[in-house]
């Protein structure tokens, strides 16, 4: 009996003991969680929660290996956020969110307690003493967030109780980071409204494009967090776009920080961007990636660029130009929310342009009018050729700029051959007044016989004469000549050059052939009072 009762006190005691041990492992659990959930609630970012979480899962467990995996914005890989003991540091481990325990946590969303490591096929081995692993994904509904890893360099170091205690730390910590991310969304969310109607104040507030465009770069580049952010108008046309606004964030780098303002690119350079402006798309590009065109990344390479969001600007269903945003620090994959809420500003912007290109049309239209309305009182009021000529240059170079401008008339005793007057414009023994040139030696001559307006787009792709190369030795890149027609015949041509190649369109024609009218009857005029 003494035996027995003996056995029995024990087995009380044992109970007892064991009963209190579970009591204070489920104490010191609900002490950690407590304490987690107090020191992660205190952050609302990401890389702060993780940081904090770890540090303090580290303090109050002892686990000699702490780390929390987090995914990209892709969703494809995850890095180490954060990390205490001997876990990979932040950084030195990246993996597939199916590669490693980590990865098989994290897209099974299963607890994986590994005891030892060395009879895992999928174990990735970074730290060769490293024997049991135990990985928790944090999971919030059906959402993964991320993975809290554990790492021992012993055997089966982790139980069941460990197992549970890790489980209810990573949802707090879970919980911590769901809370971050709608309090990010909701901040998101505040800033796409601000920028938006930010926009589109500035909008309404002033016609002058330069101010609208440049205050829409700011608001866009500081929307998305880009380190900087640019605005070009694009010229279909010619294939050229041309810096209009640019905003540079505080974070740029020192090759971005040189100013890309005025400048103007040949597309042809760029096929990717042509092809996002033909088909109304967004565009991504890094400059590791295998596919770009060597000018493209050539000339991310130039400007310290990593990342790269292209948006076409669209006005009454043309492309007007795009926007770009830059991104230095880092490679980076924009998301979809990023890319509608650039496309939204970016609207802001090409109606900008268009409403500028509008007013710009209106007060050209009336200058031009009254352009006409002076040209006319001033030539019909005199009858000397020559400051009939110098009044034509001057007004014409006014409403059109050029930075060439001749008239050629044919000579008397022989038609066929045309006889120049430089009114503006570099001289030389080949170009300047007095020149003669035969009219199938030059479109200026075509243009007299047919009667109709000559353009030549771009000298450096096409010379058809050999006055073309003179003209482009010049500098010259484009021209338009224009009979001056009487009574259906053509008394001479009006000729206007520019160093930009395009400069000149049909856009141009009504104006110029109003003109045109106008000189044929004061140049007829002055020739009848000569005789």
Not at 124 to 143: D, F, K, T
């Amino acid at each position: 009996r003494l035996m027995q009762s003996a056995s029995t006190q024990i087995a009380l005691a044992l109970r007892n003991a064991r009963l209190y041990e579970q009591q204070r492992r489920l104490a010191e659990r609900q002490a950690a969680l407590y304490e987690v959930l107090r020191t992660v609630g205190e952050h609302l970012v990401p890389d702060a929660i993780a940081r904090r979480a770890v540090e303090a899962v580290a303090r109050l467990t002892g686990w000699p290996a702490v780390g929390v995996f987090l995914p990209d914005g892709t969703g494809s890989l995850l890095a180490v956020r954060a990390a205490a003991g001997a876990a990979p540091a932040i950084g030195e481990l990246v993996l597939t969110v199916d590669q490693g325990i980590t990865g098989r946590a994290f897209h099974t969303r299963q607890t994986q307690y590994v005891p030892n490591t060395g009879l895992d096929p999928d174990y990735v081995a970074l730290n060769g003493e490293i024997r049991s692993e135990l990985a928790v994904p944090l999971c919030r509904g059906e959402r993964v967030l991320g993975v809290l890893n554990l790492e021992s360099d012993r055997l089966a170091a982790f139980d069941a109780e460990d197992v549970r205690m890790a489980e209810s730390l990573a949802e707090a910590i879970a919980l911590a980071l769901d809370n971050a991310r709608l309090y990010t969304e909701t901040q998101q969310r505040l800033r796409e409204q601000t920028s938006l109607r930010e926009a589109a104040t500035v909008l309404s507030s002033t016609l002058d494009l330069e101010s609208v465009l440049s205050h829409i770069a700011e608001q866009m580049g500081r929307a998305l967090e880009v380190t900087s952010s640019y605005i070009s108008t694009f010229d279909v046309r010619a294939q050229t776009s041309t810096v209009v606004a640019e905003y540079i964030g505080p974070e740029a780098s020192p090759q971005e920080r040189v100013s890309d303002l005025g400048m103007t690119y040949d597309e042809e350079d760029f096929t990717g961007t042509i092809e996002s402006l033909r088909g109304d798309r967004a565009r991504i590009v890094h400059v590791d990636d295998s596919h770009l065109r060597q000018t493209e990344r050539a000339h991310m390479v130039r400007y310290g660029g990593r990342s790269v969001l292209l948006m076409p600007l669209k006005a009454g269903g043309e492309v007007v130009g795009f926007a770009e945003l830059w991104e230095s620090r880092r490679r980076r994959e924009f998301t979809a929310d990023e890319i509608a809420l650039c496309r939204g500003i970016a609207q802001q912007a090409a109606l900008a342009i268009e409403r500028a290109e509008l007013f710009q049309l209106a007060q050209t239209h009336a200058a031009r009018a009254e352009a006409l309305n002076q040209i006319a009182r001033a030539i019909s009021a005199n009858l000397n050729l020559d400051d009939i000529l110098g009044i034509a240059a001057r007004e014409v170079g006014r409403l059109v700029p050029s930075d060439r401008i001749s008239l050629a008339l044919p000579l008397e005793r022989d038609p066929t051959r045309l006889r120049f007057w430089l009114l503006k414009g570099a001289a030389n023994s080949e170009l300047g007044s007095g020149v003669q040139m035969a009219t199938e030696d030059s479109d200026v001559g075509l243009a007299f016989t047919t009667g109709l307006p000559v353009l030549a787009s771009d000298l450096a792709k096409e010379r058809r004469f050999g006055g073309d190369d003179l003209l482009f030795k010049q500098g010259i890149r484009s021209y338009i000549c224009l009979p001056l027609m009487q009574e259906g015949q053509a008394l001479g041509t009006l000729n206007l050059g520019s160093r930009r190649p395009f400069a000149y369109s049909d856009q141009n024609l009504p104006f110029l052939e109003q003109f045109g009218q106008q000189l044929a009857v004061a140049i007829r005029n002055a020739q009848v009072y000569e005789e």
